[in-house]
């Protein structure tokens, strides 16, 4: 099936717990979730499992050419970048970094289309760096809505502040507040 | 109680000790350096776990000896946490995020870093089901 419902989320440093709670109380959503994570080869197997401990939906390190399934996690591998086809097929490519990283945020939620009858919410949680700005702005360009993590529970602010000096983002909010709200958009009312 | 693998790599001798007084008391072994070199010095002996690096040391500050274990191949297996003053590191960091699991900031809750250290530990030994 087309997926049209698609959360992507960019995080790096203070990211694994942050996503642990993130998704430790959210339920199965009517949407793909792609995390951008900055990490190393190795260790993007490692965090999946953790996360896979807590959450309610499977999740799995991406692989090149597979389509995207609602309420999945799927999380992009370290060492290479990730962009999606049509907004649900993946592709990873080998490339130069981008903002310093691999995976790049940006490069993942440029890679987005207007979807069709469809709903995107980009998310950008802690980390040093201003990866998912232009990301964000893209999202919100093409009729998503944008959220961005708050200064007091961010490990390291510069991510989402980042994203917040783009004018972009619809909300800010702390972990557990963005996920009622990610549930609030995907799950409530839509098909 | 652990054979969990952490180290402290701290030039304030006050810091070494109370943070390993307090894990040894929580029964976790816990092994504290004054710099970079020793550090880099432990990895190449073997160590692999949770390394819980200061950012402003003399000799080697914390992000210097990322960049020389990752130039030595000593990063695989391991999980860095930044222990620091600093609300926002500088740009120095760039580059090393994808090394850099945490960023916690001094005074921390020894309980948080606790926590933390815990989390990060199970996942490096695979403490979660081997499947995902």
């Known amino acids: 099936m087309f997926n049209n419902r698609i959360v992507m989320i960019a995080v790096s440093t203070g990211g694994p717990i942050t996503l642990k709670k993130l998704f430790a109380d959210m339920p199965p959503l009517n949407a793909a979730v792609v995390i951008i994570l900055h990490i190393q080869p190795g260790m993007d197997r490692l965090v999946a499992k953790g996360l896979a401990a807590v959450a309610s939906m499977p999740v799995s390190v991406a692989e090149h050419g597979e389509f995207l399934e609602r309420g999945r996690i799927y999380l992009a591998p370290g060492g290479c970048h990730l962009t999606l086809e049509g907004n649900r097929r993946i592709m990873l490519h080998e490339g130069p970094r981008v903002n310093f990283v691999q995976p790049a945020a940006d490069v993942a939620m440029k890679s987005l289309g207007r979807p069709f009858m469809g709903k995107i919410v980009g998310v950008v949680l802690t980390g040093m760096g201003n990866d998912g700005a232009a990301g964000i702005y893209h999202i919100k360009e093409i009729g998503g809505t944008t959220i961005a993590q708050d200064r007091k529970t961010s490990a390291i602010y510069s991510m989402p502040n980042s994203a917040l000096q783009t004018g972009a983002v619809d909300f800010v909010f702390s972990p557990d507040k963005i996920c009622w709200k990610i549930v609030e958009l995907m799950n409530e009312g839509a098909n | ?132």
């Open chain 2, 1 to 132: 109680m652990s054979d969990i693998q952490v180290m402290l790599v701290d030039d304030e001798e006050l810091i070494r000790d109370a943070v390993s007084f307090y894990f040894q008391a929580k029964g976790f072994r816990i092994l504290t350096v004054p710099g970079g070199e020793e550090c880099l010095s432990l990895l190449e002996d073997g160590f692999r776990g949770v390394i819980l690096m200061d950012v402003m040391m003399p000799r080697m500050d914390g992000w210097r000896t990322i960049r020389e274990m990752v130039e030595r191949g000593l990063h695989p297996g391991n999980a860095i946490v930044m222990l620091t003053a600093l609300d926002e590191p500088d740009e120095r960091m760039e580059g090393l995020q994808e090394y850099i699991i945490d960023y916690m900031t001094k005074p921390f809750d020894p309980q948080a870093l606790l926590d933390s250290v815990l989390y990060y530990s199970k996942l490096l030994g695979s403490g979660y089901p081997n499947h995902v």
